[in-house]
């Protein structure tokens, strides 16, 4: 993909959102559309385990894409009209592979279905959803390939920086992998969204802290911040029920996020500040599942402390 400029402008927010990104890089808002490639997951398939990890659904975290069954193609038309029906001027778009192990099959295949949901002229690029155990030169070589020809991103799954974490939500990867997929996808001019949970069990405050300061200091160009949920018929739901857990609560998640947009470069675009599972799934914490009003309340508590910091200095 061409070097992108350099955001310029970040208005109120104090961190560089998505939308300023798309308006940046391609001129106007881009929609993401949420289609299933039809992948499994090597922690699924007996390969590096079974049951995926402890957080993971069914659905492989998809469960907002589109039906699998049907061809990519079909996908993104259908997941177009939803869009076009709740918001009006949509022009550009992103095919986004969101459920499972996106990487995971043989090139050809992956050719096949990259190339089908890149053609459609209001697609201006792809997202990847991936492990970091699950990209090999050659399919970095396909990526980059590709990305000649419209913007390519992909988005690693890293959790944590924590090797006991990482074990205790049976991953199969460690963070060494995750360190080694950023670099040659950086290497290779592929741009890196890094996904982290804020929340896992037996995680507090520092720990967290310090999973967002290390994935920074790594050649990233996003990072998706996303709130643990519990989902039902998952193992974490199961571990929760016989013994839960402490989970964040509305006050103290949009506090900590603004603490983590503090230490978080203004070149690295914020592609999510929390997450909501499917509602008929939500175990907890249930207040996650309206994230219209968790977004909202992180806005509020943003310009509460402006107002607060701006006084202060005033004084």
């Not at 299933?36 to 922690?43: E, I, L, R, S």
Request: hydrophobic share 35%; with cysteine; net charge neutral.
């Amino acid at each position: 993909m061409k070097d992108q400029k350099k955001p310029e402008i970040f208005g109120e927010n104090r961190y560089y959102s998505l939308n300023r990104y798309f308006q940046n890089t391609f001129g106007e808002k881009v929609y993401r559309l949420s289609i299933d490639g039809g992948f499994t997951c090597p922690n699924r398939d007996g390969t590096v385990g079974t049951g995926g990890c402890s957080f993971c659904s069914a659905g492989g975290s998809g469960d907002f894409a589109a039906d699998r069954i049907r061809p990519i193609s079909e996908q993104l038309l259908q997941a177009r009209e939803l869009i076009a029906g709740k918001t009006a001027n949509c022009r550009k778009y992103l095919a986004y592979f969101q459920a499972y192990t996106n990487t995971y099959a043989g090139l050809d295949e992956l050719r096949e279905k990259y190339e089908q949901a890149l053609e459609p002229e209001y697609i201006v690029g792809m997202s990847v959803a991936t492990r970091p155990d699950c990209l090999s030169d050659e399919v970095i070589g396909l990526l980059t390939e590709l990305s000649k020809k419209k913007a390519v991103y992909v988005e690693l799954g890293v959790q944590t920086i924590h090797e006991r974490s990482l074990q205790e939500i049976g991953s199969g990867f460690t963070f060494s992998d995750s360190r080694s997929a950023i670099e040659r996808l950086h290497a290779a001019g592929i741009p890196v969204i890094v996904h982290l949970i804020l929340g896992l069990p037996k995680e507090n405050r520092q720990d967290m802290i310090d999973s967002v300061r290390t994935v920074c200091a790594l050649p990233i160009h996003g990072i998706k911040l996303q709130l643990l949920h519990v989902l039902r018929d998952t193992r974490l739901a199961g571990q929760y029920e016989k013994k839960p857990f402490d989970l964040f609560e509305p006050e103290a998640y949009a506090d900590f996020v603004i603490d983590l947009l503090e230490l978080i470069p203004k070149h690295v675009v914020i592609y999510r500040l929390t997450g909501d599972g499917p509602k008929k799934l939500l175990l907890a914490p249930l207040w996650s599942g309206d994230k219209k009003r968790v977004l909202n309340l992180i806005q509020k508590r943003l310009r509460e402390r402006d107002t607060w910091q701006a006084r202060c200095c005033s004084t």
